[in-house]
């Protein structure tokens, strides 16, 4: 992992979860703070391994936590944006990882300690209950995905993967080959492969040289299943600041 001087640490908190902190929480955790670029698939926490620092992504980075199955296959099983943090791990029980957490999206993103993580949460209510927030908001999201995973159409789980994706990048332009879509949902190439062409034919996505570009989110969201409403209404119903 590199660091991003360049990139100042308060620009970056304007663009994430930290902005919801009132500015007495956010000054408080801010020398801690540390600004970092999170290269295409980096690793960010392996499984079993202690959690050394929360990740808060800025917009743009999207970070995927990742099951592995016995015979190596991967399943994706949440997403973080801008619009969460990961590595709460570190708060609960052994601080180990469940996950393999990586960098679906690259970009900037900020990390905290984990025992200056521990301290905000024990000190600070409302940071307290923002982070508990997002930690319920990954919980709703990973059950979410078992379901959709077991009940829906891959070209309507596909819909809903892509704005979700969308949603916590911040932007339509996506740096996303189909290769990657199909690890992240476990799945055949040959399947996305497939589903893509039906949105590109429809016009509702374009994809070329590595990147998808979102071009009808309307549409998009008529063919996604149910889960993305339902997506939707659990990440609206998790606290942003204190007393939300």
Do not use: K
């Not at 660091?3 to 908190?13: G, K």
């Not at 990048?169 to 189909?178: C, H, I, N, V």
């Amino acid at each position: 992992m590199t660091s991003a001087p360049a990139i100042a640490e308060r620009e970056l908190a304007a663009d994430s979860l930290l902005a919801a902190l009132p500015a007495d929480s956010l000054a408080s955790v801010s020398p801690h703070l540390e600004a970092v670029e999170l290269r295409p698939q980096q690793t960010v926490h392996e499984i079993g391994g202690r959690v050394t620092h929360a990740h808060f992504p800025a917009a743009g980075c999207v970070l995927a936590g990742v099951a592995i199955m016995s015979d190596g296959a991967t399943v994706e099983t949440a997403l973080v944006g801008r619009e969460g943090v990961a590595g709460l791990a570190a708060l609960f029980a052994d601080g180990r990882a469940r996950h393999w957490t990586r960098a679906l999206l690259p970009g900037a993103a900020l990390r905290l300690p984990a025992d200056a993580l521990h301290e905000l949460f024990a000190r600070d209510e409302a940071a307290r209950l923002l982070l508990l927030g997002s930690y319920r908001a990954l919980l709703a999201q990973a059950t979410r995905r078992a379901v959709c995973n077991a009940r829906h159409h891959l070209f309507a789980r596909l819909c809903t993967w892509l704005l979700t994706v969308r949603a916590r990048a911040g932007r339509d332009d996506l740096p996303l080959t189909q290769e990657a879509i199909a690890r992240q949902l476990g799945v055949r190439r040959a399947g996305v492969n497939e589903a893509v062409g039906r949105l590109e034919r429809a016009g509702v996505v374009e994809h070329a040289r590595g990147r998808l570009r979102l071009l009808d989110r309307a549409l998009l969201e008529a063919a996604a299943c149910p889960c993305h409403r339902a997506l939707v209404a659990e990440a609206a119903a998790a606290p942003r600041a204190f007393g939300g």
